[in-house]
């Protein structure tokens, strides 16, 4: 959700800036802008609503050079997607601010800004802050003093890039509640939202604390704590590869994810499993410790992590025994809930920014939870950072913004905590053993199910002028069915719904008619029989029926009703497998339609604000 780059050189930073922002375009945005200082210091902005190619086409009609500048895409909060809103924001042509995050506290701080005559050109709550710091600079600060007085002015969360006319020779960056990076150059020397914006230039990264302030230079990089104090911050060495960002062969991001998911999960296995069991020490030398005094699970996470966590949560009550809650961070941060004693609070999240599990995470250690655990898929995330524990899913950058295979990823490192908890209570040794085959052979279970694509592209047709369908499952399959229209309704813009298969009678029958596509997920498991009386229902009302059923559910093709066989799959990895032909059946659908697959209107990658 928006994307930053920053760059200070001894040479020409616009190409870098350009290629930052097309390598955060996974972040979802609606319009794009560069700022730059040339040899003279002179401030020179071009922006553009729309695409990152529509800020190209201006940039060849309106050239713009500089060896110090600041770029975005962003993506609306305040104010319609539009040129004036987008950003960088400037004031008095000599300062300009690109800035992630909410500024809760706009509206007064912009009330006492008109007051003072500055003159506002967007409905933006950025806007405010670049006047504040034009303001500091008025009263004789420099602009490293400037922002440290500007950032005490604000409410709310910020990533910011600043840069003056004034002082051409610095780029000052700071962060409270929305990431940001440095990478350092030779002679040169860059920020970002991310890792990924600069993989080309640098592989060397340091991450902001919260309340840091950064001053760059292209030879140097000074870091200030909230506190003021120059500080050294730890470099870190980034293993991304610019390939691993590349779409190669593959018409879309999405479609690359899907068919890497065999090798994220042999990655997020690699090193994790002994002959039999699960090696606890992959969640952190204070693990066993940790874990012995566990008897309840929270789990909090938002949107497709939110149905790993629900798929999780079957697990560690009928493995495990454990009392298992999952709750959507958004809603368990504003309420007031009772702390179980010796609880594991854990958290599910690809980015590791996503502003609501932060915030829950922040605010569970205030209410009295003492053991915290992260499962991520970035390891230099605020999440990770603050978490008492860590299971990183190792499912390699993801772009697309509809998740595909950090679900999956997340689902089998769930499996794992399940296991290491569960054999301190009910899990017996011969379970965590089958457990422990099963997931070895998982990757090339799911190249099997991915030999299915064809015939799934084939029955996706059938989808291509329908405007509701609903989704079908029972237990741990209930959550993948939420999953699989969450996929499809978030990049075709289908209406699907997700339900329990036995809640059919309390409402969602009355939908049911030949024009909506009714899709069921049906392992072979003890609830097989009441689910073929729930498939029953839908048919004698007319539905037309799509089942991905286990090829040994007994369950035939007939009319009205399309079965696709999956291949037989023990019960614990299950739910990772009949969630593959769903995301293809999204992806495909939503070709068929013509949709924006990476990126769908009004999304966002990572939501970094609330």
């Given at each position: 959700m928006c994307g930053i780059v920053g760059a200070i050189a001894k040479k020409d930073v616009l190409p870098v800036l350009v290629e930052g922002l097309k390598r955060l375009e996974y972040r979802g945005y609606d319009s794009a802008g560069v700022a730059l200082l040339?040899?003279?210091?002179?401030?020179?902005?071009?922006?553009?609503?729309?695409?990152?190619?529509?800020?190209?086409?201006?940039?060849?009609?309106?050239?713009?050079?500089?060896?110090?500048?600041?770029?975005?895409?962003?993506?609306?909060?305040?104010?319609?997607?539009?040129?004036?809103?987008?950003?960088?924001?400037?004031?008095?042509?000599?300062?300009?601010?690109?800035?992630n995050g909410i500024i809760e506290n706009y509206e007064k701080l912009k009330h006492a800004q008109l007051?003072?005559?500055?003159?506002?050109?967007?409905?933006?709550?950025?806007?405010?802050?670049?006047?504040?710091?034009?303001?500091?600079?008025?009263?004789?600060?420099?602009?490293?003093?400037?922002?440290?007085?500007?950032?005490?002015?604000?409410?709310?969360?910020?990533?910011?890039?600043?840069?003056?006319?004034?002082?051409?020779?610095?780029?000052?960056?700071?962060?409270?509640?929305s990431p940001l990076v440095i990478g350092l150059g030779e002679e040169a020397n860059?920020?970002?939202?991310?890792?990924?914006?600069?993989?080309?230039?640098?592989?060397?990264?340091?991450?902001?604390?919260?309340?840091?302030?950064?001053?760059?230079?292209p030879e140097s990089v000074e870091i200030f704590d909230a506190g003021g104090q120059?500080?050294?911050?730890?470099?870190?060495?980034?293993?991304?590869?610019?390939?691993?960002?590349?779409?190669?062969?593959?018409?879309?991001?999405?479609?690359?994810?899907?068919?890497?998911?065999?090798?994220?999960?042999?990655?997020?296995?690699?090193?994790?499993?002994s002959d039999n069991k699960v090696l606890e020490g992959a969640f952190g030398p204070a693990a066993?410790?940790?874990?012995?005094?566990?008897?309840?699970?929270?789990?909090?996470?938002?949107?497709?992590?939110?149905?790993a966590g629900m798929v999780a949560r079957y697990g560690f009550e009928s493995l495990a025994g454990i009392p298992c809650n999952i709750e959507v961070a958004s809603e368990f941060r504003y309420r007031k809930a009772a702390v179980l004693p010796n609880t594991l609070f854990v958290t599910v999240s690809q980015s590791g920014e996503t502003a609501d599990t932060l915030a829950a995470l922040r605010a569970a250690k205030k209410m009295g939870f003492v053991n915290t655990l992260s499962i991520c898929n970035v390891p230099e995330s605020s999440l990770v950072r603050e978490s008492d524990l860590v299971l990183m899913t190792r499912a390699g950058p993801e772009i697309g913004v509809a998740s595909t295979k950090a679900f999956t990823t997340q689902l089998v490192a769930l499996l794992l905590l399940i296991v290491v908890l569960g054999r301190r209570h009910k899990l017996e040794e011969e379970v965590e053993s089958k457990i422990v085959e099963q997931l070895r052979q998982l990757?090339?279970?799911?190249?099997?199910?991915?030999?299915?694509?064809?015939?799934?592209?084939?029955?996706?047709?059938?989808?291509?002028?329908?405007?509701n369908a609903l989704f079908l499952g029972r237990g741990e399959q209930y959550?993948?069915?939420?999953?699989?229209?969450?996929?499809?309704?978030?990049?075709?813009?289908?209406?699907?719904?997700?339900?329990?298969?036995?809640?059919?009678?309390?409402?969602?029958?009355?939908?049911?008619?030949?024009?909506?596509?009714?899709?069921?997920?049906?392992p072979n498991d003890e609830m097989l029989d009441k689910l073929k009386a729930n498939l029953q229902e839908v048919r004698a009302r007319g539905g037309e029926l799509f089942v991905f059923a286990d090829i040994e559910s007994g369950i035939e093709p007939v009319e009205g009703m399309?079965?696709?066989?999956?291949?037989?799959?023990?019960?614990?990895?299950?739910?990772?497998?009949?969630?593959?032909?769903?995301q293809l059946l999204a992806y495909h659908v939503a070709v068929i339609k013509g949709t924006d697959v990476d990126q769908p209107r009004n999304l966002a990658k990572s939501v970094t604000v609330e």
């Open positions: 040339d040899e003279k210091a002179c401030l020179k902005r071009v922006r553009t609503p729309g695409k990152i190619n529509q800020l190209e086409l201006a940039l060849e009609k309106t050239p713009a050079h500089g060896v110090v500048g600041i770029a975005h895409t962003r993506w609306a909060t305040h104010g319609e997607p539009s040129e004036s809103n987008a950003h960088p924001h400037m004031c008095e042509k000599s300062m300009a601010v690109v800035h007051q003072d005559n500055y003159r506002f050109t967007s409905d933006t709550d950025t806007e405010v802050i670049v006047h504040q710091l034009h303001k500091y600079k008025q009263q004789g600060k420099d602009l490293y003093q400037a922002v440290v007085e500007t950032v005490k002015d604000l409410e709310g969360a910020y990533a910011l890039g600043v840069i003056c006319s004034e002082t051409p020779d610095i780029l000052v960056a700071a962060r409270r509640g860059y920020i970002a939202s991310d890792v990924a914006a600069l993989i080309s230039e640098t592989h060397s990264f340091i991450f902001l604390e919260e309340g840091d302030i950064a001053v760059l230079k120059s500080i050294e911050r730890n470099v870190h060495e980034s293993q991304l590869s610019a390939d691993a960002v590349e779409r190669g062969d593959y018409a879309h991001y999405m479609l690359k994810e899907i068919y890497e998911q065999p090798r994220a999960i042999a990655e997020t296995l690699e090193g994790r499993l066993a410790q940790i874990f012995d005094t566990i008897e309840h699970v929270q789990i909090i996470a938002c949107g497709t992590s939110y149905h990757p090339g279970y799911i190249e099997t199910a991915l030999q299915l694509d064809g015939e799934i592209q084939k029955l996706a047709t059938r989808f291509g002028d329908k405007h959550p993948v069915a939420l999953e699989g229209a969450l996929k499809l309704k978030e990049i075709s813009y289908i209406h699907a719904e997700g339900y329990p298969a036995g809640e059919l009678k309390h409402g969602p029958l009355a939908l049911v008619d030949s024009t909506v596509p009714i899709v069921a997920v049906a399309t079965v696709l066989n999956i291949a037989p799959t023990d019960k614990a990895i299950s739910p990772v497998i009949f969630t593959i032909p769903l």
